[in-house]
């Protein structure tokens, strides 16, 4: 080995020790196994020509592949999502794991975690992906990995059962495959998209239905192929759009563009606003017709839109009618309290409903624990409860708190 090579070598090591510190720090890492793992593979030789410290940033995912239109299609994802997935997924030694979405990467470590008994199987729909994989991995002594060419949709039956599935592209929903492919205790981890937000789920199978044990937000590439989701928007005005990823709901643009320009009711709740991420996954999957509404950030600039607007808020329409959350300091209380504008002829009404919710969120559920998410495929013999459900193409997301 030439001292050049050697000196990178060097300098990758030390710059992968101190990544696998930071990811603890940030508490991504946190058992030995997967630190072990991130301390071992060499990350550097699944993104041959990119800098080093850009290889090894704990927060940094680098770009394979784009459409035409710039979209990114395939990533090597940041150190620090695939180090809360693998905590998540709690591979042991032995194990059958299926990776969907390939890059070489990911595949390493969960080899480094099931050890020479246990077996990865990763497939990507991209050929080119696949063969990139596969030259990664040989240039990295990780040659035992099985990269094939495959669409998620139909998992990869030849190498099933499989203990773990380890889905590393935003996915709308869990083909029946999935289940058919996972063993009896086995566990899905997944970013599956609720409502317009995606968040890695750790699913559990409890015979034919998925129980989660915990989820965290997540940004993902978005699935291809059969699996593929098609996001709706609708433009309400320049800078102003409402999305909607779930079955195709009917608003009144008209009238939601008049609702626009007349003026902000304001609703407070006296509830506490904390937790925004839970109180937002209380607020999709316990309104009757929702959908996303964004706010281009020179609008919240200018006092037009809430500062949640900008992030993408969940927001209650009726008719002409829309309302949605926002918070301001409790001066009493310190922290913040949860309120609501609304826009339209029904805008108290529509302004009522949503600090309805923000009161019985806050007084029934806020800081009691975890959402327990479920998802119950179509062929399930399960009995569906009436509320918190979200349907899928095969089967249904259902959302319940403590
Ligand atoms: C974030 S990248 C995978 C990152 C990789 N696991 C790593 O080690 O860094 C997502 C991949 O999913 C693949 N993908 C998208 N849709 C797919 C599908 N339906 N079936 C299989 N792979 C898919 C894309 O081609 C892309 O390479």
């Not at 940094?60 to 695939?82: E, N, P, Y």
């Not at 034919?208 to 928007?233: I, K």
Request: hydrophobic share 45%.
């Amino acid at each position: 080995m030439s001292t050049s090579h050697t000196d990178a070598a060097d300098i990758a090591a030390s710059l992968r020790a101190e990544m696998v510190r930071e990811l603890r720090e940030m508490g991504e890492v946190i058992s030995e196994p997967v630190a072990a793992a991130l301390a071992t593979v060499p990350r550097h030789l699944f993104a041959p020509g990119e800098p080093l410290e850009a290889a090894y940033a704990a927060d940094r995912a680098l770009v394979v592949k784009r459409d035409a239109s710039g979209t990114a299609l395939s990533l090597l994802s940041a150190a620090h999502i695939q180090a809360v997935m693998l905590e998540q997924a709690e591979i042991e030694p032995g194990m059958r794991v299926l990776e969907i979405g390939s890059g070489g990467y990911n595949a390493a470590l969960i080899q480094e975690l099931v050890g020479a008994e246990g077996m990865v199987v990763s497939a990507d729909i991209d050929p080119g992906i696949v063969e990139r994989a596969r030259t990664c991995l040989t240039a990295a002594g990780y040659d035992r990995v099985e990269v094939v060419p495959a669409d998620a949709e139909n998992g990869v039956p030849e190498h099933a059962p499989y203990d773990r599935i380890i889905v590393t592209a935003g996915a709308w929903d869990i083909p029946p495959a999935w289940m058919d492919q996972l063993s009896a205790a086995g566990r899905i981890v997944v970013p599956l998209r609720i409502r317009g937000r995606t968040r890695s789920i750790a699913f559990d199978r409890s015979d034919d239905v998925l129980v989660s044990r915990s989820y965290r937000l997540a940004a993902f590439v978005p699935m291809q192929g059969a699996g593929a989701f098609r996001e709706h928007t609708v433009r309400l005005a320049e800078g102003v759009v409402l999305q909607v990823d779930e079955e195709p709901q009917r608003f009144d643009v008209e009238a939601l563009r008049r609702a626009l320009g007349s003026p902000r009711l304001e609703r407070w709740s006296g509830a506490a606003f904390d937790l925004p991420d839970e109180l937002e996954l209380f607020l999709l999957t316990n309104m009757p017709q929702v959908a996303m509404l964004h706010a281009a950030e020179e609008l919240v600039d200018q006092g037009r839109f809430a500062l949640s607007a900008a992030r993408g808020v969940p927001v209650l329409i009726r008719d002409g009618s829309f309302a949605y959350r926002t918070k301001r300091p409790n001066q009493e209380t310190g922290g913040f309290e949860s309120g609501v504008f609304a826009h339209g002829p029904d805008a108290e009404t529509v302004a009522a409903e949503y600090v309805e919710l923000l009161r019985r969120w806050a007084s029934d559920h806020r800081r009691r624990g975890a959402a327990r998410i479920q998802y119950v495929p179509k062929t399930a013999r399960t009995s569906l409860p009436s509320r918190g459900l979200i349907r899928k193409r095969h089967g249904t997301v259902i959302v319940s708190w403590p």
